[in-house]
């Protein structure tokens, strides 16, 4: 027994022998990083840094080891190291940050590139890989993940939609592809289509009046869509996708090299062409569609090593909703009713850097688009064109970062409604002639603390001059805890028929009352924003307070006459307040959850003969939220990702004596998606969209009678409303709308991705 207890001892301390340990310190920027995971690969064995940045890990066998040092928010490294007998193998690393989650690189805000968290100006950034938990054939559909967002289906029939930020309409967003003014009026109900996603760096999203840097329509918000370099594409990349309803989505993104340019190509074809009833009532649920899109950028060289980027991009779409017999043959004709649209859209928009001792840019885009549509059998032929050049540049003098600007944006618009009409019936396009000019001032008093201020005016060619303040402070303690106070002014100036196509559908005529003034909005936000470091990961966290006051609110009452709508600049003000938290959490282990709420209140106050009455905003739900919770298990490689958004009750636009609700119910949108990774350059993925398969109730009037025909089912021979069939005057309306009439449907695609060699 003593001998083998001798040999038991003997053997143990030839193994303790035998084994090493491994100990170190990890770093950013010289300053220890604690809470970082280091992790032997191929063993059980690991550990974390501790505050001061240092780890330790014994009883490591000895012999080579790959050594996995992770953390949220920073670059994942892996280095080799060998292990000796009886010995402590030391290591240093050091981290470099993840630009992607902690510091993104942001333009919006300030026109021009800083870091997120420097920014006096609250940006939320999205990256592709976001979407991606969610696929969409267009970025419409994809910002419904976004907290304060709201992508608004306006018409059941066409199924055009805007984007709404903090309960405000489409019309007071203004949407940006590369900070050129390209998505707006005319196009407002259709640009975010077709910007093929593939292409997309990032997304920016303001929330608030950005008027002072980007002038008319910045009132509600900026969206702001950066598209990639073209050398950072590889040379070819797919994504393909379809549904069980008859969708298909195909992405195409190339990119190569012509001398020492370089360029990349983005082709995006969607298809819809099975007609569904699921609600039985004899109208398409969703519009048939067929869209291509062609994007082209390049990066040309010059020896200078400045930048000069040329893009182009070409839009058709044909698509059409109405009765489920409806043909093209049916066209502009009272027998079938449809609504069909045709759209020619092309694009341009360049960047060149001049030749100056500080930062200065030339910024120049056109685009032209064109619409050929009939609703039922008005017909709605509409062109427009809008061109825009801007001279900037920026100057750091002391502590003073100096923004100038002089943009010059050039619009005519024509159609064949009283919206190009003089008195006297003839037609006369719409000329607007915009020249402006601008300046900011960002000072950093004090590490701690920023202001910014700015300036625009601008001379619109029918309603003269206009100033757009806005005043900036930033507060930030320490790297995790940031303070910001903003407060401006925005204006719009509009024309009613490039935005709102709910002028045009349903049959209802339009009346403008007197001749519109430009809108007026006075904006405050506090937003605070925080990040937790985890002993396995982080939380951030931000809160906004945010109120919009109204002046010359353009409104369109849609409730004195069922058969008009009419429009004038509100007798009253209106507001638009409330209150938007996000977290994002993740962690080491390859969870991520993004929440987020908003609660809001949006209305107006009109002065009327009786005094003042308070009318709620249509389509702005007091309360709504947005998640997306994703895991991913290392082996076998597979993604797991539910996302939804959850709507409150909003106000709906009823007509008088509606037998709808006027509010709509609590609901939610729900998707689950998985998605598997062959290796690095093949992905399938596979989910089901709206997963509790909710679908709205009742979303048109009288949908067995859309022409409203005298001596029809609801009116007689004089065209009056027939009192045993219609008693309360109903007529055909499709404008009843809180969620896109379609159910569950599953969705599978692919993701092929070829390198360059």
Same mark, same amino acid.
């Given at each position: ?32 990083? +604690? ?8 063993? !059980?064995?690991?550990?974390?840094? &501790?505050?001061?940045? @240092?780890?330790?890990?014994? #009883?490591?066998?000895?012999? !080579? ?30 981290? !470099? ?49 976004? #907290? ?47 910007? =093929? ?60 090299? /012509? ?83 045709? !759209? ?6 360049? &960047?060149? @850097? ?92 004090? +590490? ?69 003034? =430009? ?11 925080? #990040? ?19 002046? #010359?609110?353009? /409104? ?25 938290? &996000? ?100 992905? /399938? ?73």
């Amino acid at each position: 027994m003593r001998i083998l207890i001798t040999f038991g001892f003997f053997l143990a301390s030839q193994f303790v022998w035998a084994q090493g340990s491994l100990s170190g310190t990890v770093r950013t920027k010289g300053e220890p990083l +604690p809470y970082i995971n280091v992790l032997l690969k191929g063993t !059980t064995l690991g550990n974390t840094t &501790n505050e001061a940045g @240092e780890f330790t890990i014994d #009883n490591i066998t000895a012999g !080579t080891y790959t050594v996995r040092i992770s953390g949220v928010g920073y670059q994942t490294q892996e280095v080799t190291v060998s292990i000796h007998s009886g010995a402590t193998q030391q290591l240093t690393i050091e981290m !470099t940050e993840d630009v992607s989650q902690l510091e993104a690189v942001v333009v919006t805000g300030t026109m021009k590139e800083v870091t997120k968290m420097n920014s006096p100006i609250m940006v939320e950034v999205f990256s592709p890989s976001f979407f991606l938990k969610n696929p969409t054939p267009n970025i419409f559909e994809s910002l419904s993940l976004v #907290n304060g967002v709201q992508p608004q289906i306006n018409c059941n029939v066409c199924n055009t939609g805007d984007i709404h930020i903090n309960g405000l309409e489409g019309p007071y967003t203004m949407i940006l592809i590369d900070g050129m003014p390209i998505v707006s009026s005319l196009s407002t109900v259709y640009g975010l289509s077709g910007i =093929p996603n593939s292409l997309v760096k990032r997304m920016e999203i303001v929330k608030g009046p950005a008027s002072t840097l980007y002038g008319s329509e910045a009132v509600g918000g900026v969206i702001n869509i950066i598209t990639k370099e073209p050398g950072s594409l590889p040379l070819l990349k797919v994504d393909a996708f379809g549904t069980s309803v008859g969708e298909f989505n195909l992405d195409v993104a190339s990119s190569t090299s /012509v001398g020492k340019s370089t360029t990349l190509l983005g082709i995006n074809y969607f298809g819809y062409n099975h007609a569904r009833d699921i609600n039985a009532d004899n109208f398409t649920d969703v519009t048939l569609q067929n869209r291509i899109s062609i994007f082209n950028k390049w990066s040309l060289y010059r020896p200078s090593g400045k930048n000069f980027s040329l893009a182009g991009r070409y839009v058709y779409e044909n698509r059409w909703g109405g009765e489920m017999q409806w043909t093209p043959d049916f066209r502009g004709s009272n027998q079938i009713y449809g609504e069909s649209i045709y !759209t020619n859209r092309t694009e341009l928009i360049g &960047n060149y @850097e001049l030749n100056t001792p500080f930062p200065a840019f030339v910024d120049f885009s056109y685009n032209f688009h064109q619409q050929d549509s009939y609703y039922g059998t008005v017909k709605y032929f509409a062109t427009q064109q809008v061109a825009f050049a801007q001279l900037r540049g920026t100057k750091k003098i002391g502590r003073h970062d100096l923004l100038a600007g002089i943009p010059l944006r050039y619009i005519t618009y024509d159609d064949n409604t009283v919206g190009t009409a003089e008195s006297d019936g003839t037609n006369q396009p719409d000329l607007t002639l915009l020249p402006g000019i601008f300046v900011q001032d960002e000072i950093q008093f004090t +590490p701690k603390f920023t202001t910014l201020a700015g300036l625009r005016y601008d001379h619109h060619n029918v309603h003269g001059n206009i100033f757009t303040p806005r005043l900036s402070f930033k507060f930030a303690p320490d790297k995790n805890n940031t303070l910001r106070l903003t407060g401006g002014s925005g204006y719009r100036v509009v024309n009613l028929f490039t935005e709102d196509h709910a002028a045009l559908t349903g049959s209802r005529t339009v009346e403008i009352r007197n001749d519109l003034n =430009p809108e007026q909005s006075w904006n405050a936000n506090l937003n605070y924003a925080r #990040n937790i470091i985890l002993s396995e990961g982080f939380i951030n966290l931000d809160a906004s307070l945010f109120y919009t006051y109204f002046t #010359n609110k353009i /409104v369109g009452d849609f409730l004195t006459d069922p058969n008009k709508i009419i429009y004038d600049n509100l007798d009253g003000y209106a507001i638009s307040r409330g209150l938007t938290v &996000n977290s994002d959490l993740a962690l080491a282990n390859s969870f991520k959850m993004i929440t987020g709420f908003t609660w809001m209140d949006v209305f107006q106050v009109q002065q009327t003969e009786t005094g003042k009455s308070k009318l709620p905003q249509v389509q702005a739900p007091r309360f709504s939220g947005t998640f997306t919770i994703s895991y991913t298990v290392s082996k076998p490689a597979v993604t797991f990702d539910l996302t939804g958004r959850v709507y409150g009750p909003m106000h709906l636009p009823v007509v008088e004596n509606d037998f709808r609700p006027a509010m709509s119910p609590w609901f939610g949108i729900l998707n689950f998606q998985v998605s598997k990774s062959f290796h690095s350059n093949l992905e /399938v993925y596979a989910g089901v969209k709206n997963l509790l398969n909710f679908i709205p109730q009742d979303p048109l009037l009288h949908p067995d009678d859309p022409f409203d025909r005298p001596g029809g089912k609801y009116f007689d021979a004089n065209g009056n409303p027939r009192p045993d069939t219609n008693p309360y005057g109903y007529t055909f309306d499709t404008t009843y709308n809180y969620a896109q009439l379609q159910g569950a449907k599953v969705q599978a695609g692919i993701r092929w991705t070829i390198e360059k060699k």
